[in-house]
């Protein structure tokens, strides 16, 4: 079993920043791939960003240049950086760990206001 713990979520202006974080617990040794997933009301679930445990990243096209992913082996926790935020990017913000099976946290409420 694997636990992650998102943080960082919050309200924020257009144009601002945020740093989410994942720390994660448990079977970590199995961690294949962490990312990050975001659902805005009434929209399905997407893949936002993604690192494998060798940093290779991968980015929806829509955030590139905006969204950094990192991760911190030593700390088991993996980042999102926001940067230049919009009203679109209001969604709960989802930590996932893939290794024999997808993990999930329980989110954290990025609200960006115009």
């Known amino acids: 079993q694997v636990q992650l713990v998102e943080s960082g979520g919050g309200l924020v202006q257009a144009g601002g920043s945020l740093r989410l974080s994942c720390a994660a617990s448990?079977?970590?040794?199995?961690?294949?791939?962490m990312g990050w997933y975001r659902q805005a009301p009434g929209k399905q679930r997407e893949l936002v960003a993604a690192i494998t445990s060798g940093g290779i990243t991968n980015y929806a096209d829509s955030v590139k240049g905006r969204f950094t992913i990192s991760r911190d082996n030593a700390k088991n926790t993996v980042y999102l950086q926001i940067n230049s935020l919009k009203p679109e990017d209001t969604a709960v913000f989802y930590c996932?760990?893939?290794?024999?099976?997808?993990?999930w946290g329980q989110g954290t409420q990025v609200t960006v206001s115009s």
């Open positions: 996932t760990a893939v290794g024999r099976r997808t993990y």
């Open positions: 448990g079977s970590i040794a199995s961690i294949n791939v």
